[in-house]
T-cell receptor, first 111, second 113 residues
Framework: ETGVTQTPRHLVMGMTNKKSLKCEQH?????MYWYKQSAKKPLELMFV???????ENNSVPSRFSPECPNSSHLFLHLHTLQPEDSALYLC??????????FGNGTRLTVT | DAKTTQPPSMDCAEGRAANLPCNHS???????VYWYRQIHSQGPQYIIH???NNETNEMASLIITEDRKSSTLILPHATLRDTAVYYC??????????????FGTGTRLTIIP
């Protein structure tokens, strides 16, 4: 148990579907992150939120839409994805004096 | 942030010390060395970090050379559960708030029974 919970663990969706990934942290952290890990590639930072405000968008396509309603919850809304978007999507949280804590990810397959 | 170089893979016998090297020859004076690991089907897990002094915690030891151009992560008594990809990362500061860690390809460590 890392203190960062991601749901669902696995998701299969068609290219015309709309789905959402959810992340919840129970650590009292103020910063939350979305990372993408494609097969045989390093982790890529997608978005950063600090105190619910987006502070980083790493040139992510608009078919990925993040939402951070409060410091404990983070969503990634998915719409009209492509097969190359299939990957492990990792959520993380942190705050001053605490290292980055990752969830176990959502394995997304786009068909 | 400075680039790091790690061997792509290593094996270690169970019960022995696993020594994972990392080169960071362009590290700046204010950059820290961090180590994370990722066990299959899980998210990365923080292990340890340091600036220039050697560090030890319940998981591992970090040895940084005097010129800070390289470091070694030591798992003193490796177990099968230590099989994972280990990432060496350098970045400015140890303010963990608003992290933007850049992960490389890491070292795939396999513990042999």
């Amino acid at each position: 148990e890392t203190g960062v919970t991601q749901t669902p663990r696995h998701l299969v969706m068609g290219m015309t579907n709309k789905k959402s990934l959810k992340c919840e942290q129970h650590l009292g952290h103020n910063a939350m992150y979305w990372y993408k890990q494609s097969a045989k590639k390093p982790l890529e930072l997608m978005f950063v939120y600090n105190f619910k405000e987006q502070t980083e968008n790493n040139s992510v396509p608009s078919r990925f839409s993040p939402e951070c309603p409060n410091s404990s919850h983070l969503f990634l809304h998915l719409h009209t994805l492509q097969p190359e978007d299939s990957a492990l999507y990792l959520c993380a949280s942190s705050q001053r004096e605490s290292p980055l804590h990752f969830g176990n990810g959502t394995r997304l397959t786009v068909t | 942030d400075a680039k790091t170089t790690q061997p792509p893979s290593m094996d270690c016998a169970e019960g022995r010390a696993a020594n994972l090297p990392c080169n960071h020859s362009t590290i700046s004076g204010n950059e820290y060395v961090y180590w994370y690991r990722q066990i299959h089907s899980q998210g990365p897990q923080y292990i340890i970090h340091g600036l220039k002094n050697n560090e030890t915690n319940e998981m591992a030891s970090l040895i940084i050379t005097e010129d800070r151009k390289s470091s070694t992560l030591i798992l003193p008594h490796a177990t099968l559960r230590d099989t994972a990809v280990y990432y060496c990362i350098v970045r400015v500061g140890s303010n963990f708030g608003n992290e933007k860690l850049t992960f490389g390809t890491g070292t795939r460590l396999t513990i042999i029974p």
